[in-house]
Each structure stands twice: as C-alpha cells, then as structure tokens.
C-alpha cells in the first residue's frame, strides 16, 4: 500500500527534476502549485502528467481545478489510484 | 483575402471551394481521423436544425476543444442563437454563475445538452441573433462577458489573414481553449478563412508531443506554452510559422523561435476588440503593425486607444455602466500604454489599469493582491509592478528591510503559486503617486522607478 508521505516524496522528485525553476526547493504540502483555479500552468500540468504516468492513474479533467497545493495533488492521486 | 460576413457565409464558401479538403483533424482511439470541409458543413447544419427544433434562445458551450464542440458552437450561431462560451476548466459554481449571467437557457457539455431553467427575457431574445459571448480572462469576481458577433471574429480573422496569409496546405495545431477569443480567433478562424487544416490537440496530457503527432506548419501560442515546448525541444520541422499572444512574450522566447528559422509574430488585441488589432509581420517580432480595419491613437499619457469599428464588441453584457466607462465615441480606452516607434509600429510599453498579466495570459487584480500586502507590512503606500516578467513590491521607505518584507509578507505569498510571488522589493522615498480619486499612476510610478 502506497502511504501519503511516498506520494509526497514522490511529487517532489517530479518537480525537482523537471520544473524545480517553476516552484522552488522549499516543497511544503501546503506549496502552491495551481493559481486560482486556472490550470494553465505549463509546469503544474507536466507535473500532473507525469505523476498519472507514474501511478497508471487519471485524474478527470474537471478535478485538475481543486488540485491547488502539493497535498491535493497527493490526495486526487490517492483517491485514484488503483485498488491494491 | 476574401472577407466573410458570418459564420454561414464561411461554411457555405468553403464547402464550395474545398469540399473534399481536409478542414479539421483529430484523434480517434489513436489514430488521426480527417473531416473534410464538406463534412464539416453537413454536420454543422445537422446540428443547427436540432438546436433550432430545441427552442433554446441562449447556448452556454463548455469548450472542451473536441470537434463535436466546434460543430456546436458553429451550430447554435447558424440556429440563431445567442451562444456563450465557457471554459472547459471551470468549477461548477463558477460556470452556474456564468449561465445565470448570460441568460443561457442550456447548457452543452461533452456532447450533452441539458436545460439550465434559466429563461431569456424577450427584450435579450430580440437581440440575441449571432451574440456570441466571450468572458475576459482573469480572476472570476472581475471577468465579464463580452458581447461579440459571428461577423465581428471573421472581420477579426480577416483582418489578421490580411496580415499572416495562410495556404489551403498549411495545418494550424488548435490547442488554445476556443472560450479565449484568441484561441477562438487565431486558432480556428483564422486557417479556416484560408481553407487550411485545423488539427484538434488531444488535450493538455499531450501539450508535448501534439506537435510531433500532428505535424503542424502553424501555431498560436500564449507565452508559456511557447517557452514550454521550446524548453523540451517539442517543436516538429514543419512548424514555420508560431503567432503568440495573449500576454507579455519574453525577449528570449522570441529569439529562440527566430534562430529556429521559424517566422514569429505577436499580436495585440483584446477580446474587446474580438482578439488582434495590432501583428508583427517583419524581423522584429515586438513591432506591431496595425491591422487593416483598425486605427490606434494614444492618449495623452500613452494609453492605447482602438477605433476598430468592424471588430469592436457589442458591450459588456448587461453592465452599460462598465461599457461607458471603457469606449467613449466608439473608441476603447484599453489600459495599455504603448509607443508608435519612427517605423510607425505599435510597441506595448506597459499598463496602467489595475491588471498584471502574465505570460500564460492570466491576470491578478491588483487593488486586491496589493491590500493583502499592505496589510502585511503595515503600509499603504504599496503597489506591485512586473519587472523582468516577475511582480516586484514598490513601497514607501517605513524602515523595514527588504527581509523584513519578504518575512512579513510571507503567509500572503503562500496564498500564490510561485511566479505570482513577489520577486523582490524596491523602496521609494515618497508616497507613491496617484490620482484624485487615490488610484495609483501607475505608468507614472513605473518611470519613477526606472522600468
């Protein structure tokens, strides 16, 4: 069973590797990844690629606008990732 | 170039010109299905005929960028109705909001249409014919719907076609949502008119390899996803021609598009102004010339001022007094402030209205993110301007470092994803400047500190 805190540990992997210019090194749960509901950020959305990929999860398009900080992306993913 | 009345007028014309050519592609169970303009032209009077039977005077379209949503929104126009389009990436109270403003009477989504229980009042049914409404980008207490036309957007693409022509060969990869009007516009319209191809993207999953699996020779981009499919080398060969727009382009954005061999414009526009009013066309990809239909003046302290009478809206829907307050005369009043350089071309300078746009299009509204900081540095006397396509804090000198602020501001910038955070701080040695009624000057205070 996949914790929260890996999936965390995880979503920073992802942005350090490809977009830490776009958010920083200082990566809390409560970092902002999505502004004010528009997802339109080009970093937010290879993030939210890759970690589908990486967890064989999609996120339905209309929940990408609630995913605003690190921990709601930790959660959408949990909340659909595969029975285990 | 021919110039198009109206929807109708296009669809009949291309169906008569380009019957068997390819008007749209897109992806089906991964392969790439082609619709020719003769199809595309049965499909959308099929569709028209059945919104037509529906009674429905008003449409709200949540534009998913599928080709059943280009047919729909082509469709509603032909029927009559008065048709709003909706971001695809909205919650659902933002978009109930947005259907009760407009009226929309039903609302079509992922191929369904559904009643709302709203009802159009006669006086709007009355005026409703070719309505097509657009809300301004931005944050939602402060967009509004604009009020254009079928035959406003094709003066619009006419007047941009004028500028860049396309061929019957070209392939534009449509991958700017169809609710911005420069997406609307500049990604659909504009091949069309030409009898060009319009490859549908596959989504924002895809925004990387769109390119490599459709082939495109012509792109409209807003600056990020410019600078981010440059960043991963995602551009394909046939690419060679990309018109970017819709915010502040970085210097070296541009240049790298140049050095790739590839010819780049930006435009200028609003969706007031049903998108572009201004395009670069030579080696400069700043210096905008004005397109054909439109006239631009400056004011006294630079603002830009349009007179586009063939592509002007209608008005802000029900807001007269928003309307009054932005086109006086016939002439829009855009908040920009710009500079006509000895060439004669338009350079956009900065702005003045209480906007920051970013280089994704977006905005914040400042009198709002500013209040926040104000309170958190205990200083009225604060305003964020951009530098370097960053938002930096400009306040009055109260004795605070430059880490005192940033400490101080601190839980306000978590409220921020990171490029809305304040870069950096300037300190001034007097109150910052501003008008009777107490707005910031804000060109003013731009010059004051050297941007």
Same mark, same amino acid.
């Given at each position: 069973?996949?914790?929260?805190?890996?999936?965390?540990?995880?979503?920073?992997?992802?942005?350090?590797?490809?977009?830490?210019?776009?958010?920083?090194?200082?990566?809390?749960?409560?970092?902002?990844?999505?502004?004010?509901?528009?997802?339109?950020?080009?970093?937010?959305?290879?993030?939210?690629?890759?970690?589908?990929?990486?967890?064989?999860?999609?996120?339905?398009?209309?929940?990408?606008?609630?995913?605003?900080?690190?921990?709601?992306?930790?959660?959408?993913?949990?909340?659909?990732?595969?029975?285990? | 170039?021919?110039?198009?009345?109206?929807?109708?007028?296009?669809?009949?014309?291309?169906?008569?010109?380009?019957?068997?050519?390819?008007?749209?592609?897109?992806?089906?169970?991964?392969?790439?299905?082609?619709?020719?303009?003769?199809?595309?032209?049965?499909?959308?009077?099929?569709?028209?005929?059945?919104?037509?039977?529906?009674?429905?005077?008003?449409?709200?379209?949540?534009?998913?960028?599928?080709?059943?949503?280009?047919?729909?929104?082509?469709?509603?126009?032909?029927?009559?109705?008065?048709?709003?389009?909706?971001?695809?990436?909205?919650?659902?109270?933002?978009?109930?909001?947005?259907?009760?403003?407009?009226?929309?009477?039903?609302?079509?989504?992922?191929?369904?249409?559904?009643?709302?229980?709203?009802?159009?009042?006669?006086?709007?049914?009355?005026?409703?014919? #070719? %309505?097509?409404?657009? /809300?301004?980008? +931005?944050? @939602?207490?402060? =967009?509004?719907? $604009?009020?254009? !036309?079928?035959?406003?957007?094709?003066?619009?693409?006419?007047?941009?076609?004028?500028?860049?022509?396309?061929?019957?060969?070209?392939?534009?990869?449509?991958?700017?949502?169809?609710?911005?009007?420069?997406?609307?516009?500049?990604?659909?319209?504009?091949?069309?008119?030409?009898?060009?191809?319009?490859?549908?993207?596959?989504?924002?999953?895809?925004?990387?390899?769109?390119?490599?699996?459709?082939?495109?020779?012509?792109?409209?981009?807003?600056?990020?996803?410019?600078?981010?499919?440059?960043?991963?080398?995602?551009?394909?060969?046939?690419?060679?021609?990309?018109?970017?727009?819709?915010?502040?382009?970085?210097?070296?954005?541009?240049?790298?598009?140049?050095?790739? #061999? %590839?010819?780049?414009? /930006?435009?200028? +526009?609003? @969706?007031?102004? =049903?998108?572009? $009013?201004?395009? !670069?066309?030579?080696?400069?990809?700043?210096?905008?010339?004005?397109?054909?239909?439109?006239?631009?003046?400056?004011?006294?302290?630079?603002?830009?001022?349009?007179?586009?009478?063939?592509?002007?809206?209608?008005?802000?829907?029900?807001?007269?007094?928003?309307?009054?307050?932005?086109?006086?005369?016939?002439?829009?009043?855009?908040?920009?402030?710009?500079?006509?350089?000895?060439?004669?071309?338009?350079?956009?300078?900065?702005?003045?209205?209480?906007?920051?746009?970013?280089?994704?299009?977006?905005?914040?509204?400042?009198?709002?993110?500013?209040?926040?900081?104000?309170?958190?540095?205990?200083?009225?006397?604060?305003?964020?301007?951009?530098?370097?396509?960053?938002?930096?804090?400009?306040?009055?000198?109260?004795?605070?470092?430059?880490?005192?602020?940033?400490?101080?501001?601190?839980?306000?910038?978590?409220?921020?994803?990171?490029?809305?955070?304040?870069?950096?701080?300037?300190?001034?040695?007097?109150?910052?400047?501003?008008?009777?009624?107490?707005?910031?000057?804000?060109?003013?205070?731009?010059?004051?500190?050297?941007?």
């Amino acid at each position: 069973m996949i914790t929260r805190e890996e999936v965390l540990a995880q979503i920073r992997t992802v942005i350090e590797e490809n977009v830490q210019d776009m958010f920083g090194t200082d990566l809390q749960e409560d970092t902002v990844l999505n502004a004010e509901g528009n997802v339109d950020s080009m970093g937010f959305i290879l993030v939210v690629t890759k970690l589908e990929g990486i967890y064989n999860v999609k996120i339905p398009d209309e929940e990408w606008y609630e995913i605003r900080t690190l921990g709601d992306l930790a959660d959408v993913i949990l909340k659909y990732m595969p029975e285990q | 170039m021919k110039r198009y009345t109206g929807f109708d007028e296009l669809l009949k014309a291309q169906n008569s010109t380009y019957s068997d050519a390819p008007a749209f592609c897109y992806d089906c169970d991964g392969a790439v299905r082609t619709v020719t303009y003769g199809q595309w032209n049965a499909d959308v009077h099929a569709e028209a005929q059945k919104v037509k039977e529906s009674g429905y005077a008003c449409i709200g379209i949540v534009c998913d960028g599928s080709y059943a949503c280009v047919v729909m929104i082509f469709a509603c126009v032909l029927a009559g109705c008065q048709t709003v389009l909706l971001e695809a990436m909205q919650n659902a109270q933002e978009r109930q909001e947005a259907l009760v403003h407009t009226d929309a009477e039903a609302v079509w989504m992922r191929g369904e249409l559904r009643e709302t229980g709203t009802h159009m009042a006669q006086e709007e049914q009355n005026r409703r014919n #070719g %309505r097509i409404l657009f /809300f301004t980008s +931005g944050t @939602t207490a402060h =967009s509004r719907a $604009v009020v254009l !036309s079928d035959a406003s957007l094709m003066n619009s693409a006419y007047n941009g076609g004028c500028m860049l022509p396309l061929t019957g060969d070209d392939r534009m990869l449509c991958v700017l949502p169809l609710s911005h009007v420069f997406g609307f516009v500049c990604s659909l319209l504009w091949p069309l008119s030409f009898g060009a191809c319009v490859a549908l993207s596959r989504g924002m999953r895809h925004y990387i390899d769109d390119c490599a699996y459709f082939q495109p020779t012509v792109l409209s981009a807003v600056p990020t996803l410019l600078q981010f499919l440059l960043k991963y080398n995602a551009l394909n060969p046939q690419l060679h021609t990309i018109l970017v727009g819709a915010g502040d382009c970085p210097p070296d954005v541009l240049q790298a598009v140049k050095k790739s #061999g %590839r010819h780049i414009s /930006f435009g200028y +526009g609003l @969706t007031e102004t =049903s998108s572009g $009013v201004a395009i !670069s066309i030579g080696e400069d990809p700043l210096a905008m010339s004005v397109c054909p239909d439109d006239t631009i003046t400056l004011a006294e302290d630079g603002e830009i001022l349009i007179y586009a009478p063939t592509c002007i809206m209608q008005g802000y829907y029900k807001d007269r007094a928003g309307t009054e307050e932005i086109m006086q005369d016939g002439i829009l009043h855009t908040g920009d402030i710009g500079m006509i350089d000895e060439n004669g071309c338009l350079r956009i300078r900065g702005r003045k209205k209480e906007v920051l746009v970013f280089a994704d299009g977006t905005k914040i509204y400042l009198p709002e993110y500013e209040s926040r900081l104000a309170a958190a540095i205990n200083n009225p006397e604060t305003a964020v301007v951009m530098k370097d396509s960053r938002p930096v804090l400009v306040m009055q000198n109260n004795g605070m470092s430059r880490q005192d602020v940033m400490d101080a501001i601190g839980p306000v910038m978590k409220m921020y994803s990171r490029g809305r955070q304040i870069a950096d701080v300037l300190f001034t040695d007097h109150p910052l400047p501003r008008t009777a009624t107490g707005k910031i000057r804000r060109w003013q205070l731009q010059k004051e500190i050297g941007l």
